[in-house]
């Protein structure tokens, strides 16, 4: 059914009073923000009424509303107003098999200390905390840079899920439902210890863009024997995981002597042995933040552990490298788990012709070489979606039996790019060796090193067939 309303915001009043009349309130300033961001992201500006005391937009049972936006605070906690219209929200939108309302938490409040009806759901902390005093403060300042790292992050994750509750609606949920079952990944992001969840959210935000479903949808439980039930539940459903590790041992559930980092990572490594052993896809990808400076004995500890014990490692690629170059491996290792054939089904060794879309003339001599050669010619996608092409990418790094590079009209830094992308061939699930790596580029002389052939580009045609029949030999 169409809404009037796209997005109703409840709060308790003080959280909006200023000292001068002049001033906007926080709840009005929120209001402004997350319209903007919405703009955004839905390509339209949505309707967004605050539903204050005096407000006559929203009908008594509040079914004329879409999607809910409680700003939590003690205040709200103890308002019989607020808690009623949480009440009556939940009642109006009980049919619905998406959830459609959000909290968003002004001030730290315990789940405890939470109404029951939104303690199970993912709260956005648009406060400021101070890790090492503790001491919790609301931005003054909305685009200072501590206001950039925390309070516009969660925003921005805070429209993206939004955008996903209404399209859902819009569209029809079970439209919507059979989509996601065909069409889209769903992906375990691990919970992390605080001192990672600004990584965690970029890492969300980005997958969600993809078009992944990302789980858990809810807040985990507290106890453990109730937190591994819905660990399992989730990476049931899941056909990826992803775990991000960092100084923080991070909290340690009800009844457990283990990390809520540890426990999912161990439930992740029964649930990939026990999806192999049915031929199901399943895939872990593990991140170690670089600097571990400030990390307890217990968590280097946890972190020995985890790169020395195989079975934590069961199908798990662990990485200790800068987040952005983690997430560009991350985008190839989600490309290698989607359920796909192999390049070519035929049989013999092949060739993998590494260029640029700039020098596809300039290579076609090669091609013809390396074919007469006896060898197949695989080659990059220069066309269509950029994921696809990624595909392609990871398919042939992954089936190759030889890879050669030409440097052309490129510049340095995709060379560099492409011999990476080669050391990190192995990691991609091949389950051959590599018979040999040749480049075709001036002054290639550092490349000697990474046990690269230096191929004459002078007479690229000449050295290269001689490279082959050596390898042939």
């Not at 169409?2 to 109703?8: G, R, V």
């Not at 759901?121 to 931005?139: F, H, R, S, V």
């Not at 690629?317 to 035929?346: T, Y």
Request: aromatic share 8%; proline share 4%; net charge negative.
């Amino acid at each position: 059914m169409a809404h009037e309303i796209d997005i109703l915001i409840t709060f308790a009043e003080k959280d909006n009073e200023t000292e001068k009349k002049s001033d906007i309130g926080w709840v009005t300033q929120f209001k402004k923000f997350l319209e903007l961001m919405l703009i955004q992201v839905l390509g339209h500006k949505p309707r967004v009424v605050l539903k204050s005391e005096f407000d006559t937009a929203t009908s008594p049972n509040l079914d004329n509303a879409a999607v809910l936006v409680s700003v939590l605070t003690r205040e709200f906690v103890q308002s019989g107003r607020c808690l009623d219209q949480v009440e009556a929200f939940h009642k109006a939108a009980a049919s619905s098999k998406i959830n459609r309302i959000f909290k968003v938490l002004k001030a730290p409040l315990t789940l405890a200390e939470q109404p029951p009806r939104l303690r199970d759901l993912i709260g956005y902390d648009m406060y400021q905390l101070d890790t090492e005093t503790g001491q919790m403060k609301e931005y003054v300042d909305f685009f200072s840079a501590e206001a950039e790292k925390q309070y516009w992050m969660k925003l921005v994750d805070l429209a993206y899920d939004i955008h996903e509750a209404l399209v859902i609606l819009n569209e029809g949920e079970a439209k919507a439902e059979v989509r996601n079952i065909y069409k889209r990944k769903t992906i375990f992001l691990a919970e992390t210890a605080h001192d990672l969840s600004v990584q965690r959210n970029i890492i969300k935000r980005e997958l969600q863009r993809h078009g992944y479903v990302v789980l858990p949808k809810n807040t985990l439980p507290t106890t453990a024997s109730e937190l591994e039930r819905t660990v399992r539940k989730d990476l049931e459903d899941s056909q990826f995981s992803i775990h991000l590790i960092g100084s923080a041992y991070g909290e340690i559930p009800e009844g457990s002597e283990r990390s809520l980092v540890d426990l999912q990572n161990r439930l992740a490594a029964e649930m990939t042995a026990a999806k192999h052993q049915r031929k199901e896809e399943f895939a872990r990808l593990i991140w170690i933040a670089p600097n571990l400076r400030n990390a307890s004995e217990r968590q280097k500890n946890f972190i020995d552990s985890l790169k020395r014990d195989t079975e934590a490692q069961e199908g798990a690629e662990i990485l200790q490298n800068p987040l952005e170059d983690f997430k560009n491996i991350m985008r190839e290792e989600l490309l290698e788990a989607q359920e796909r054939k192999h390049v070519e089904d035929g049989s013999g060794r092949s060739v993998y012709l590494l260029h640029d879309r700039i020098d596809h003339h300039e290579v076609r001599p090669l091609i013809d070489l390396i074919e007469k050669s006896g060898y197949r010619v695989l080659t990059p996608a220069f066309e269509g979606e950029l994921l696809d092409v990624r595909k392609r990418h990871i398919d042939n790094l992954k089936n190759f039996d030889v890879a050669v590079i030409y440097k052309g009209k490129v510049n340095e830094q995709w060379v560099r790019m492409k011999v990476l992308d080669l050391m990190k061939a192995p990691g991609f699930g091949r389950k051959k060796p590599i018979s040999g790596k040749a480049i075709i580029a001036p002054n290639a002389e550092n490349y000697r090193t990474q046990n690269m052939r230096l191929i004459d580009p002078a007479r690229p045609a000449e050295s290269l067939q001689s490279y082959l029949q050596e390898l042939n030999a």
